[in-house]
C-alpha cells in the first residue's frame, strides 16, 4: 500500500500532480565507494563500495550531454572523488553545461592521491556542496566519525584559501541533515547560526545553507530499528506533509543516473532499484534514453516521499517551502514534535474553494468591497455575470484609470470580476492576466470567457486566465518587464510569502509601471494564534501586513516611496472573530506605487509644481493620486520630487504638466498639510512618504 499517495487524496490531490517537467538537472551517482560510513547514508556508502561508475557509462552521459541542452550536472555518489574516473568527468562535462555541481564530504581531500582537488574544483569552477551536518566536533564526529570534524575545517580553509565562498563563480555551500529521528529547523535561522559560529571561532565562510531532510533508507533506516525509533520518524514525516512542497519537488525537473547507468526519478528511488522503464518492462538507460521519453511521465513514489514533503521541504539544494509555516522541530528531536501548521495555501483553497458559497457567508467585512466605483466602472460591472460577482471576495476598488492597450495582471483573480473589468478598460488591443490558485475560482472565472467576450462587444478574447502561485510568476510564463500595471484585491494578506510576492510584481512590471492593489493590514504584527486561525486566516485578518513592516519589504525591494489612496476601519461584527482579534486594528488600504529608480525614501522639495491637464477619462474636473494629493483641473499644485516623477515618468505624463526640474534642491518638501513639519526619517509616515 502506498501510503503516500493515501494521503494525497486525503487532501484531495490528484495524483496527477507528480508528473515530470523539463529536464534541468542530470544527477550522476559515481557509486557507493567512500571513506567515510555515516549513520544517515541512504545508499549505504563505504570503504567497501563495490559498485563504482565505469569510464563506458560516464562516456554515455557525455554523449547525452553533448546532445542535449542541460542546465546543471550533479555529481554525487558515495565520495564521488574516489571513482577513478571523477577527473576526466569533470573536465569533459564542464564546457557542456551552465553549472556543475560536486558534492564532497570534505574529508577525501585528505585522502592520498586527492591533493590536487581544491585547485582542480577552482579551475573548473565547480560549486561544492560540502556535507557538515553541525558546527560542534561532538555532533559531526558522532555522525560521520572520529576526527572528521577537524579534517572538514582544515579543508574548508584550504577552499576559502584559494577563493571559495569569497568569489562569485566560486560558491562553497554546506549541507546540514538532522543527526536523529527529526526534522531539520528553519534552514534560514540554521544559516545564520552556522555563520555566526564558524566565522567566529574558526574564519570560515561559506554561501548557503542548505537543510536535507533523513530518508528512512538501508543504513538509516536500521539505525532507526535498532533504536526504536523506526514507527516514531514515519509518524512525524507523515504528520508534517506539507502540501506547499509538491510543486517544488526535485524529481519533477530531475533525473538520477546511477552507476551502471540506469535511470531514476531520484537517487532514492535508485537505492531502493525502483528504475524508470520503457513500455515493454526495459529499464532505461542514459544511453538510449530520448527527452521525449520523458515527458509528463508519472513520478514513481513511495513512502519515502514524505521526507521529501514534510515541513519545509528537502530537495538536493535545500529547503523547499516558504518559511514561517514550519516550527523548529529541532526544539523537540526527543518528542517528535514540530509539527507542521496548516498549509496557508491549501488553507485559502479550502475556504475559497469549499466553504465560501458567497459573500453572505463571509464572517467580517474585510473582504468586502466598501468603495464606490466610477460611472464608467459600474456601467462595466452591470455587463458582467451575476455568479462572478457574488463568488468574488474583494476589500476594496483596484483599478487604475488610464488601462487602454495595457497588459494588466491581476494576482489572486478569483473568479475574475477584476480581469473582466480591466479586459474592458483595455480594450481588443491590451491584455488581462488573472492568476489563482483554486480550482473552484478558476472555474467560474473561465467558464464565461467567451460570453463577456461577446458582452464588451470584442470580436477576439483579452483575457488569460492562469492556475499558479503569485509568489512564483515565472513559473507560469511571465517575463520580467512584460507588465504595465499589476492588481490584486484582498489577496496578498493570504500569501504565506509576501516578500517573494512584491519581490515578482517588482520582476514582471516594466520600467515606469505601477502596482495598485487594495489589501488588509494591521496597526501591529499579528500575533501567531491569530495567524494561525483558519477561519482568521481565509477572512483575510490572519495574513494581514503590519504597515510598517509593509513600508520595509518595499523599501528592500528598491521601492522608496508608495501612496494610500483609500484607507477604512474593518468591523468584525462576528463575536467569537472580534473576541481573538482582541485590541489589534485592521484596515482596507488601497494603495499605489510605481516601478521608478529615482524615487527617494523621503520627500524632497525641488521647487516643482504640477498641473492636471483634465484629460483622462471618467475625471474631467480633477484627479486623486492619493489621499493627500487632489488635482483639480488646470490649477498648479507644489509637489516634491517623488510625485512629480509619478506624473512625469509613467503613463500618466501626458495628462499632466510638470513646472520645474530637479536642477535645484531646497531641502525636505513641507508637507504641511498633513504633518504641520518636514517629513524627515524620524518622521516617516506608514502611508508612504508624502
Known amino acids: 500500500m502506498n501510503t503516500f499517495l493515501n494521503v494525497l487524496e486525503r ?33 549505504d556508502a563505504s570503504v567497501q563500495g563495490k559498485n563504482i561508475m565505469s569510464r563506458k557509462v560516464v562516456g554515455d552521459i557525455l554523449d547525452f550531454l553533448r546532445k542535449n541542452v542541460i542546465e546543471t550536472v550533479d555529481i554525487t ?56 551536518p553541525c558546527y560542534t566536533k561532538e555532533n559531526v564526529d558522532r555522525q560521520r566519525g572520529p576526527g572528521v570534524f577537524e579534517k572538514s575545517i582544515k579543508a574548508l580553509r584550504l577552499l576559502n584559501d584559494i577563493g571559495f565562498a569569497k568569489r562569485k563563480d566560486l560558491q562553497l555551500d554546506l549541507v546540514y541533515n538532522s543527526l536523529g529521528a527529526y526534522l531539520p529547523g528553519a534552514q534560514s535561522s540554521l544559516e545564520r547560526d552556522y555563520k555566526k559560529v564558524l566565522k567566529e571561532n574558526y574564519g570560515i565562510e561559506f554561501n548557503r545553507l542548505l537543510t536535507l531532510t533523513n530518508v528512512v533508507i538501508k543504513r538509516f533506516k536500521k539505525y532507526l530499528e535498532s533504536n ?54 526495459n529499464f532505461l ?26 515541513g519545509s521541504g528537502s530537495s538536493c539544494q535545500g529547503a523547499l517551502a516558504p518559511e514561517g509555516l514550519v516550527c523548529d522541530s529541532a526544539q523537540h528531536p526527543n518528542q517528535g514534535e514540530g509539527l507542521v501548521r496548516a498549509s496557508a495555501q491549501q488553507t485559502v483553497k479550502e475556504y475559497y474553494g469549499k466553504v465560501l458559497k458567497g459573500q453572505k457567508d463571509l464572517k467580517t467585512s474585510a473582504c468586502c468591497s466598501a468603495s464606490a466605483f466610477s460611472e464608467p466602472l459600474k456601467s462595466i460591472i452591470k455587463n458582467i455575470e451575476p455568479e462572478i460577482l457574488d463568488k468574488f471576495y474583494g476589500c476594496g476598488s483596484p483599478i487604475p484609470p488610464l488601462l487602454k492597450d495595457c497588459t494588466v495582471l491581476d494576482l489572486g483573480c478569483g473568479t475574475g470580476r477584476d480581469v473582466y473589468i480591466a479586459s474592458a478598460l483595455a480594450g481588443e488591443n491590451g491584455l488581462a492576466i488573472g492568476v489563482d490558485m483554486t480550482d473552484e475560482q478558476l472555474e467560474v472565472a473561465q467558464r464565461y470567457k ?12 483579452n483575457v488569460d486566465f492562469k492556475k499558479g502561485y503569485i509568489e512564483d510568476l515565472k513559473e507560469i510564463g511571465l517575463a520580467d518587464n512584460s507588465v504595465d500595471v499589476v492588481i490584486s484585491n484582498c489577496v496578498i494578506n493570504l500569501s504565506p510569502d509576501k516578500k517573494s510576492v512584491f519581490s515578482e510584481i517588482f520582476r514582471v512590471l516594466k520600467p515606469g509601471g505601477e502596482l495598485y492593489f487594495s489589501d488588509v493590514f494591521a496597526n501591529r504584527r499579528v500575533p501567531e494564534d491569530v495567524k494561525n486561525d483558519p477561519v482568521l486566516y481565509g477572512e483575510c485578518l490572519g495574513g494581514a501586513m503590519y504597515t510598517e513592516d509593509f513600508r520595509r519589504v518595499l523599501r528592500g525591494l528598491g521601492c522608496l516611496d508608495y501612496r494610500v489612496t483609500s484607507k477604512r476601519k474593518i468591523t468584525i461584527e462576528d463575536a467569537k472573530i472580534a473576541s481573538k482579534a482582541g485590541n489589534i486594528n485592521f484596515y482596507s488600504m488601497t494603495i ?3 516601478k ?9 522639495d525641488y521647487g516643482q509644481a504640477a498641473v492636471y491637464l483634465g484629460t483622462i477619462s471618467g475625471y474631467p474636473h480633477q484627479f486623486q493620486l492619493d489621499g493627500h494629493h487632489t488635482f483639480v483641473v488646470h490649477k498648479p499644485l507644489l509637489v516634491c520630487g517623488n510625485t512629480a516623477s509619478m506624473l512625469s515618468k509613467t503613463r500618466y505624463e501626458k495628462h499632466f504638466k510638470i513646472i520645474g526640474d530637479r536642477n535645484i534642491h531646497y531641502g525636505p518638501f513641507l508637507c504641511g498639510a498633513i504633518t504641520g513639519k518636514p517629513v524627515n526619517a524620524d518622521t516617516r509616515s506608514s502611508e508612504g512618504c508624502c
Open 77 to 132: 555518489g558515495g565520495a564521488p572523488e574516489l571513482n577513478p574516473n571523477f577527473g576526466y568527468f569533470v573536465e569533459s562535462a564542464r564546457p557542456l553545461v551552465d553549472e556543475l555541481i560536486v558534492r564532497s564530504n570534505l574529508t577525501v581531500l585528505f585522502e592520498k592521491g586527492k591533493e590536487y582537488l581544491p585547485e582542480f574544483f577552482r579551475l573548473h569552477k565547480a560549486r561544492l556542496m560540502c556535507s557538515l
Open 596 to 604: 521608478l529608480a529615482e524615487l527617494e525614501d523621503i520627500c524632497e
Open 450 to 461: 467567451d460570453a463577456q467576450m461577446r458582452r464588451f462587444g470584442f470580436k477576439k478574447c
Open 228 to 281: 526504536n525509533r523506526y514507527e516514531e520518524y514515519s509518524k512525524v514525516l507523515e504528520e508534517n506533509f506539507n502540501p506547499q512542497n509538491l510543486k517544488n519537488l526535485m524529481c519533477r525537473t530531475f533525473l538520477s543516473v546511477g552507476y551502471d547507468g540506469r535511470l531514476y526519478d531520484c537517487d532514492f528511488n535508485l537505492a531502493l532499484g525502483h528504475g524508470l522503464k520503457d513500455k515493454e518492462g
Open 285 to 310: 538507460t542514459i544511453a538510449k534514453l530520448r527527452l521525449k521519453d520523458l515527458e509528463e511521465r508519472e513520478i514513481l513514489t513511495g513512502e519515502h516521499c514524505f521526507a521529501c514533503t514534510a
Open 11 to 43: 487532501y484531495e490531490i490528484k495524483k496527477d500532480i507528480l508528473r515530470r517537467a523539463r529536464l534541468t538537472t542530470l544527477q550522476v551517482n559515481m557509486g557507493d565507494l567512500c571513506n567515510q560510513s555515516c549513520v544517515h547514508c541512504h545508499i
Open 592 to 594: 499605489r506605487a510605481f
